[in-house]
């Protein structure tokens, strides 16, 4: 057993060993319907489609990918704010994929979310103080100092003046805001938080603030995270490993040093090549890919590889046999590619770059 310092100040102790979130399987398909009076089910939008990871106690998992691919209802599922179609969840020990909401009370005192719109994620009748008890009253929770001084104390922790309890949301910046609601996520001393893009709605002078507030508070309170982002230089920084979602599937997870030095599945390099560069003027240039067309629809995802429509490397073995993640050769244990024809382990720049969008290659061929 290890011991870690709660947020109270008292020590809890936690096993060593084992994970704190174990996804199998995970899968949520939302049906399509047809009719006024009697309608029928004509189809599914398939946002996640069978997805599986693991998160350990006090880790910091990212999970990145094009808007759309099912990161944020992976986030939902995972907190059962929405009920999955297959697969299991299993949190801190035990199975809560068809837990009713009555029975999730102790469930919800150690999984908690912080939402990616902090103006509408808070209630704006209620003071910053009444956002912050609530979890603690609806959960039986009663501090020994009390519950507007805890209030107070979390509000302190996180960067914001404790005299601004009786104060609206109205009142506060958007980064604030999402210090409340950060404040809220700590009320009841959880041990795995789902942060679904809490960072996109702030302004970019304000992100790296939350962020970094993020990692101190993971630190010192010891808690694990999923961190949602579509960006990848944020998740770079927060995120130990990384898991790479496209259209409802996992495709890759590795380290974060692994994955953003020698990525393996083609969607990754393709990612990795539009984030902008610090340095235009470098002098070792990097690989440039410019894929064709827009992420396929969920209602309807190609058989096979769901990735082989905009990728460079498919050929006949993607559309009729789907990859599995699994380890592949010259990738270091842990790195998993969901693909047959896997990429070198660099993203050093090609003698040519990848441009299968027809307007850039036509654009390209007449410079």
């Given amino acids: ?132 008890e609530t979890p603690m009253r609806l959960n039986g929770i009663n501090p020994p100092q009390g519950h507007k001084r805890r209030a107070q104390e979390l509000l302190e922790t996180v960067g914001l003046n404790p005299e601004h309890y009786n104060r609206y949301p109205n009142e506060f910046s958007g980064g604030q805001r999402q210090r409340i609601g950060i404040a809220r996520a700590l009320a009841l001393r959880p041990k795995l938080i789902v942060a679904d893009e809490p960072v996109s709605a702030l302004d970019v002078s304000i992100q790296a603030q939350v962020v970094n507030l993020l990692q101190d508070l993971q630190r010192e309170f010891g808690i694990a995270f999923v961190f949602i982002a579509h960006d990848l230089a944020v998740v770079r920084h927060f995120s130990e490993r990384v898991a790479v979602m496209y259209l409802g599937k996992i495709v890759e997870v590795a380290d974060r040093e692994s994955l953003y030095t020698r990525p393996r599945h083609p969607y990754t390099h393709a990612l990795l090549s539009a984030v902008p560069e610090a340095d235009p003027d470098a002098t070792e240039r990097r690989e440039r890919i410019r894929l064709a067309g827009d992420v396929p629809s969920p209602i309807d995802p190609p058989s096979g590889c769901r990735f082989r429509t905009r990728c460079w490397k498919a050929q006949d073995k993607c559309a009729t046999e789907e990859p599995r993640l699994a380890g592949v050769e010259g990738s270091p244990p842990g790195h998993l590619t969901a693909c047959h024809f896997p990429e070198e382990p660099t993203v050093a720049a090609r003698e040519e770059d990848i441009v299968l969008d027809p307007a850039l290659a036509e654009l390209k061929g007449s410079l």
């Fill in 1 to 132: 057993m290890s011991t870690t310092e709660s947020l109270t100040g008292q020590t809890t102790d936690r096993p060593t060993g084992g994970n704190l979130l174990e996804v199998r399987g995970l899968q949520k398909h939302f049906p399509l319907r047809q009719g006024i009076l009697f309608q029928r089910q004509i189809g599914a939008v398939r946002a996640v489609d069978g997805i599986d990871f693991s998160v350990g106690p006090a880790e910091s998992l990212g999970l990145v990918g094009e808007s759309g691919c099912g990161k944020s209802t992976t986030g939902r599922l995972i907190t059962r704010l929405l009920e999955p179609t297959g697969g299991s969840v299993v949190f801190d020990g035990e199975d809560i994929t068809h837990r009713p909401p009555g029975r999730m009370l102790q469930a919800r005192r150690n999984l908690q979310m912080i939402f990616q719109d902090p103006y509408s994620s808070l209630n704006p009748r209620h003071t910053v103080g009444t956002i912050i």
